[in-house]
Protein backbone atom coordinates (compact mmCIF):
# COMPACT_ATOMS: atom_id res chain seq x y z
CA UNK A 1 0.00 0.00 0.00
CA UNK A 2 2.89 2.42 0.44
CA UNK A 3 4.87 1.80 -2.20
CA UNK A 4 1.59 1.90 -4.28
CA UNK A 5 0.81 5.78 -2.91
CA UNK A 6 4.72 6.77 -3.18
CA UNK A 7 4.34 5.52 -6.78
CA UNK A 8 1.06 7.80 -7.46
CA UNK A 9 2.57 10.74 -5.96
CA UNK A 10 5.99 10.35 -7.63
CA UNK A 11 3.76 10.26 -10.88
CA UNK A 12 1.36 13.00 -9.69
CA UNK A 13 4.94 15.08 -9.19
CA UNK A 14 6.21 14.19 -13.03
CA UNK A 15 2.50 15.37 -14.25
CA UNK A 16 3.12 18.55 -12.49
CA UNK A 17 6.86 19.25 -13.44
CA UNK A 18 5.37 18.36 -17.20
CA UNK A 19 3.19 20.60 -16.62
CA UNK A 20 4.88 23.56 -15.38
CA UNK A 21 7.60 23.07 -18.27
CA UNK A 22 4.67 23.30 -20.93
CA UNK A 23 3.24 26.40 -19.28
CA UNK A 24 7.06 27.77 -19.36
CA UNK A 25 7.45 26.90 -22.99
CA UNK A 26 4.45 28.98 -23.72
CA UNK A 27 5.05 31.78 -21.40
CA UNK A 28 6.90 33.72 -24.27
CA UNK A 29 3.46 34.23 -26.15
CA UNK A 30 0.90 34.78 -23.32
CA UNK A 31 0.96 38.50 -23.94
CA UNK A 32 -0.32 39.99 -26.89
CA UNK A 33 2.63 42.22 -27.26
CA UNK A 34 5.02 39.60 -27.49
CA UNK A 35 4.78 39.14 -31.20
CA UNK A 36 5.34 42.77 -31.49
CA UNK A 37 8.11 42.81 -29.24
CA UNK A 38 9.77 39.82 -31.04
CA UNK A 39 9.62 41.42 -34.35
CA UNK A 40 11.25 44.30 -32.97
CA UNK A 41 14.00 41.98 -31.65
CA UNK A 42 15.07 40.10 -34.47
CA UNK A 43 15.03 43.77 -35.94
CA UNK A 44 17.82 44.69 -33.62
CA UNK A 45 19.70 41.36 -34.00
CA UNK A 46 19.84 41.34 -37.86
CA UNK A 47 21.00 45.02 -37.35
CA UNK A 48 23.62 44.06 -35.28
CA UNK A 49 25.12 41.27 -36.06
CA UNK A 50 25.27 41.09 -39.81
CA UNK A 51 25.04 37.57 -40.63
CA UNK A 52 27.91 37.97 -43.42
CA UNK A 53 29.74 40.58 -41.19
CA UNK A 54 30.74 37.51 -39.83
CA UNK A 55 32.02 35.45 -43.07
CA UNK A 56 35.90 35.02 -43.84
CA UNK A 57 37.15 37.84 -41.35
CA UNK A 58 40.45 37.08 -39.35
CA UNK A 59 39.41 36.29 -36.09
CA UNK A 60 35.67 36.44 -36.69
CA UNK A 61 33.59 32.58 -35.63
CA UNK A 62 30.47 31.51 -35.63
CA UNK A 63 30.49 31.45 -32.10
CA UNK A 64 31.29 35.32 -32.15
CA UNK A 65 28.17 35.49 -34.52
CA UNK A 66 26.16 33.81 -31.24
CA UNK A 67 27.68 35.84 -28.42
CA UNK A 68 26.65 38.78 -30.51
CA UNK A 69 23.13 37.78 -31.21
CA UNK A 70 23.03 36.83 -27.03
CA UNK A 71 24.41 40.69 -26.20
CA UNK A 72 21.71 42.18 -28.19
CA UNK A 73 19.05 40.04 -26.98
CA UNK A 74 20.33 41.05 -23.73
CA UNK A 75 20.20 44.82 -24.06
CA UNK A 76 16.34 44.33 -25.61
CA UNK A 77 15.24 42.75 -22.11
CA UNK A 78 17.36 45.45 -20.29
CA UNK A 79 15.49 48.03 -22.18
CA UNK A 80 12.09 46.56 -21.54
CA UNK A 81 11.75 46.06 -25.34
CA UNK A 82 11.60 42.03 -25.58
CA UNK A 83 9.96 40.20 -22.24
CA UNK A 84 13.04 38.26 -20.32
CA UNK A 85 10.62 35.06 -21.34
CA UNK A 86 10.75 35.49 -25.14
CA UNK A 87 14.84 35.97 -25.05
CA UNK A 88 15.29 32.08 -25.44
CA UNK A 89 12.59 31.86 -27.99
CA UNK A 90 14.45 34.58 -30.08
CA UNK A 91 18.08 32.86 -29.65
CA UNK A 92 16.94 29.60 -30.73
CA UNK A 93 16.09 31.63 -33.91
CA UNK A 94 19.37 31.80 -34.47
CA UNK A 95 21.15 28.70 -33.06
CA UNK A 96 20.86 26.88 -36.02
CA UNK A 97 22.11 29.62 -38.90
CA UNK A 98 24.67 29.42 -41.63
CA UNK A 99 26.46 32.72 -40.47
CA UNK A 100 29.67 32.61 -39.63
CA UNK A 101 30.54 29.18 -41.48
CA UNK A 102 31.43 30.86 -44.56
CA UNK A 103 34.63 31.08 -45.58
CA UNK A 104 36.82 32.33 -48.96
CA UNK A 105 37.30 28.73 -50.00
CA UNK A 106 34.56 26.55 -50.38
CA UNK A 107 34.53 22.71 -50.64
CA UNK A 108 32.62 20.69 -53.91
CA UNK A 109 29.84 20.05 -51.38
CA UNK A 110 29.18 23.37 -51.60
CA UNK A 111 28.01 26.16 -48.55
CA UNK A 112 26.13 25.74 -45.64
CA UNK A 113 22.31 25.90 -46.24
CA UNK A 114 19.56 25.28 -44.45
CA UNK A 115 18.17 21.80 -44.75
CA UNK A 116 14.41 21.31 -44.27
CA UNK A 117 12.82 17.60 -45.21
CA UNK A 118 10.07 15.56 -43.50
CA UNK A 119 9.75 13.10 -40.72
CA UNK A 120 7.41 9.78 -40.93
CA UNK A 121 5.40 11.42 -38.59
CA UNK A 122 4.75 14.32 -41.17
CA UNK A 123 6.63 16.90 -38.67
CA UNK A 124 9.47 18.99 -40.41
CA UNK A 125 13.20 19.05 -39.53
CA UNK A 126 15.86 21.28 -40.76
CA UNK A 127 19.74 20.95 -40.28
CA UNK A 128 22.30 23.08 -41.38
CA UNK A 129 24.17 21.32 -44.08
CA UNK A 130 26.23 21.94 -47.16
CA UNK A 131 24.05 22.46 -50.15
CA UNK A 132 24.90 19.54 -52.57
CA UNK A 133 25.07 17.00 -49.68
CA UNK A 134 21.25 18.04 -48.19
CA UNK A 135 19.97 18.00 -52.20
CA UNK A 136 21.74 14.44 -52.30
CA UNK A 137 19.63 13.46 -49.29
CA UNK A 138 16.17 14.61 -51.40
CA UNK A 139 15.85 17.30 -49.27
CA UNK A 140 14.63 21.17 -49.94
CA UNK A 141 18.37 23.16 -49.55
CA UNK A 142 16.65 26.62 -48.79
CA UNK A 143 19.48 29.07 -50.72
CA UNK A 144 17.23 32.30 -49.49
CA UNK A 145 17.41 32.15 -45.84
CA UNK A 146 20.48 32.38 -43.14
CA UNK A 147 18.80 30.44 -40.91
CA UNK A 148 16.48 27.20 -39.70
CA UNK A 149 13.48 28.87 -38.53
CA UNK A 150 13.11 31.31 -41.43
CA UNK A 151 13.72 28.82 -44.01
CA UNK A 152 11.05 25.95 -42.45
CA UNK A 153 8.89 27.63 -39.83
CA UNK A 154 5.18 27.32 -42.09
CA UNK A 155 2.99 28.03 -38.66
CA UNK A 156 4.76 31.05 -37.33
CA UNK A 157 5.67 29.55 -33.71
CA UNK A 158 9.58 30.18 -33.98
CA UNK A 159 10.28 26.57 -34.51
CA UNK A 160 10.56 23.74 -36.97
CA UNK A 161 7.85 20.62 -35.92
CA UNK A 162 5.08 19.60 -35.89
CA UNK A 163 2.75 21.89 -38.16
CA UNK A 164 5.37 22.89 -40.79
CA UNK A 165 5.50 21.53 -44.11
CA UNK A 166 9.03 20.20 -45.41
CA UNK A 167 9.36 22.85 -47.83
CA UNK A 168 11.45 26.03 -47.84
CA UNK A 169 9.53 29.83 -47.25
CA UNK A 170 10.78 32.59 -49.24
CA UNK A 171 13.94 34.32 -47.48
CA UNK A 172 14.45 38.78 -47.34
CA UNK A 173 12.21 41.21 -48.37
CA UNK A 174 13.95 43.99 -50.80
CA UNK A 175 13.75 47.64 -50.78
CA UNK A 176 14.54 49.13 -54.85
CA UNK A 177 16.46 52.27 -53.65
CA UNK A 178 15.37 53.74 -57.16
CA UNK A 179 19.48 54.28 -58.25
CA UNK A 180 20.41 51.35 -59.37
CA UNK A 181 20.17 49.34 -56.09
CA UNK A 182 18.46 46.84 -54.71
CA UNK A 183 18.74 46.42 -50.29
CA UNK A 184 17.99 43.58 -48.43
CA UNK A 185 15.49 44.48 -45.58
CA UNK A 186 16.72 41.60 -43.21
CA UNK A 187 20.56 41.12 -44.03
CA UNK A 188 21.58 44.32 -44.52
CA UNK A 189 23.06 43.70 -48.14
CA UNK A 190 22.54 46.38 -50.83
CA UNK A 191 23.06 44.89 -54.38
CA UNK A 192 23.83 45.92 -57.70
CA UNK A 193 20.67 45.93 -59.89
CA UNK A 194 21.71 44.99 -63.93
CA UNK A 195 20.26 46.52 -66.50
CA UNK A 196 20.13 44.61 -70.38
CA UNK A 197 22.35 47.26 -71.58
CA UNK A 198 25.60 46.23 -72.58
CA UNK A 199 27.63 49.08 -70.42
CA UNK A 200 26.44 47.00 -67.36
CA UNK A 201 25.92 43.15 -68.77
CA UNK A 202 29.61 42.87 -69.60
CA UNK A 203 31.16 39.53 -69.03
CA UNK A 204 34.24 39.50 -66.91
CA UNK A 205 36.99 36.59 -66.15
CA UNK A 206 36.81 36.70 -62.05
CA UNK A 207 39.60 38.18 -61.55
CA UNK A 208 38.22 41.19 -64.06
CA UNK A 209 35.19 41.04 -62.27
CA UNK A 210 36.91 42.74 -59.34
CA UNK A 211 39.50 44.71 -60.98
CA UNK A 212 38.01 45.89 -63.74
CA UNK A 213 33.89 45.80 -62.95
CA UNK A 214 33.44 46.32 -58.86
CA UNK A 215 36.61 48.88 -59.56
CA UNK A 216 34.36 50.98 -62.40
CA UNK A 217 31.11 50.75 -59.89
CA UNK A 218 33.70 52.41 -56.82
CA UNK A 219 35.05 54.86 -58.80
CA UNK A 220 31.34 56.14 -59.86
CA UNK A 221 30.13 56.19 -56.72
CA UNK A 222 27.32 53.36 -57.61
CA UNK A 223 24.37 54.72 -55.03
CA UNK A 224 26.68 57.14 -53.75
CA UNK A 225 28.88 54.66 -51.91
CA UNK A 226 32.93 53.20 -53.08
CA UNK A 227 32.70 50.18 -51.04
CA UNK A 228 31.14 47.68 -53.57
CA UNK A 229 33.03 44.26 -53.93
CA UNK A 230 32.22 40.59 -55.32
CA UNK A 231 29.73 38.53 -53.25
CA UNK A 232 30.58 35.44 -51.69
CA UNK A 233 28.54 32.48 -52.51
CA UNK A 234 27.01 32.09 -49.15
CA UNK A 235 25.70 35.55 -49.89
CA UNK A 236 24.43 34.85 -54.03
CA UNK A 237 22.77 32.04 -52.36
CA UNK A 238 20.45 34.21 -50.72
CA UNK A 239 18.86 35.75 -54.11
CA UNK A 240 17.62 32.60 -54.75
CA UNK A 241 13.97 31.29 -54.14
CA UNK A 242 12.20 28.14 -53.47
CA UNK A 243 9.95 26.85 -56.06
CA UNK A 244 9.72 25.00 -59.62
CA UNK A 245 11.32 25.67 -61.48
CA UNK A 246 13.68 27.56 -58.93
CA UNK A 247 14.65 31.61 -59.36
CA UNK A 248 15.67 34.97 -58.08
CA UNK A 249 14.07 36.91 -55.90
CA UNK A 250 11.33 38.76 -58.34
CA UNK A 251 13.19 42.27 -57.65
CA UNK A 252 15.78 41.00 -59.34
CA UNK A 253 14.18 39.88 -61.98
CA UNK A 254 11.36 42.69 -63.37
CA UNK A 255 10.53 44.81 -66.40
CA UNK A 256 13.63 43.47 -68.08
CA UNK A 257 13.49 44.35 -71.96
CA UNK A 258 16.38 44.54 -74.42
CA UNK A 259 18.78 47.47 -74.10
CA UNK A 260 16.51 48.96 -70.51
CA UNK A 261 19.29 50.53 -67.91
CA UNK A 262 19.45 49.61 -64.21
CA UNK A 263 17.33 52.88 -64.05
CA UNK A 264 14.57 51.23 -65.79
CA UNK A 265 14.84 47.30 -65.27
CA UNK A 266 16.13 44.65 -63.15
CA UNK A 267 17.29 42.09 -65.09
CA UNK A 268 18.84 38.70 -64.49
CA UNK A 269 20.14 36.24 -67.21
CA UNK A 270 18.60 32.91 -66.95
CA UNK A 271 20.93 31.26 -68.87
CA UNK A 272 24.05 32.88 -67.87
CA UNK A 273 25.87 32.76 -64.32
CA UNK A 274 27.58 34.84 -61.85
CA UNK A 275 30.88 35.17 -60.34
CA UNK A 276 31.47 34.83 -56.34
CA UNK A 277 34.68 36.07 -54.09
CA UNK A 278 34.62 32.24 -53.25
CA UNK A 279 37.04 29.63 -54.86
CA UNK A 280 36.49 25.84 -54.65
CA UNK A 281 38.93 24.34 -52.84
CA UNK A 282 39.27 21.32 -54.40
CA UNK A 283 40.68 23.43 -57.27
CA UNK A 284 42.75 26.86 -57.11
CA UNK A 285 42.01 28.05 -60.67
CA UNK A 286 37.97 26.83 -60.03
CA UNK A 287 35.37 29.72 -58.21
CA UNK A 288 31.36 29.23 -57.48
CA UNK A 289 28.91 31.46 -58.87
CA UNK A 290 25.57 31.25 -58.97
CA UNK A 291 23.72 30.58 -62.30
CA UNK A 292 20.77 32.82 -63.39
CA UNK A 293 17.74 31.19 -62.16
CA UNK A 294 18.14 29.98 -59.25
CA UNK A 295 20.75 26.80 -58.78
CA UNK A 296 25.19 26.92 -57.38
CA UNK A 297 27.68 25.67 -59.57
CA UNK A 298 31.98 26.02 -60.28
CA UNK A 299 33.82 27.51 -63.29
CA UNK A 300 37.25 28.27 -64.39
CA UNK A 301 37.93 31.66 -63.76
CA UNK A 302 39.38 32.31 -67.04
CA UNK A 303 35.88 31.89 -68.08
CA UNK A 304 34.19 35.11 -68.84
CA UNK A 305 30.50 35.47 -66.79
CA UNK A 306 28.35 37.95 -65.31
CA UNK A 307 29.05 40.21 -61.86
CA UNK A 308 26.18 41.64 -59.58
CA UNK A 309 28.21 43.47 -56.91
CA UNK A 310 27.37 43.69 -53.30
CA UNK A 311 28.22 46.28 -50.01
CA UNK A 312 26.98 46.70 -46.79
CA UNK A 313 24.24 48.92 -46.45
CA UNK A 314 22.93 51.56 -45.17
Known amino acids: MLR ?21 AARCFDDPGDAGQIRGARAAVDATCRCFA ?11 YARCVAAALKSSVATASLRSECAGTVRRVY ?26 SGAARCSI ?23 GDTDGDLRV ?25 QLGLVWERKGDDDAIQDWYTWGAASSVHVAALNAAGL ?19 PGAPTAVAPEFDAGCVPGCTPLTCSCTVGGGAYWSSTTL ?12 YGYLDWDDKRLNWYVRAVRFGP
Not at 4 to 24: C, P, Q, W, Y
Open 54 to 64: YDGQPGKTQGD
Open 281 to 292: ADDPDLAWDQVG
Open 161 to 185: GVGDGATCTPGSTYTDNGDGTIADD
Open 4 to 24: ALKFATALLAAASFAGRGEIA
Open 129 to 151: RAARTCIARGADACFGSTNCVDA
Open 223 to 241: GGHSDWRLPTIAELQTLIR
Open 95 to 120: RQSICGRTRSIVRQSGPAVPCVSGTR
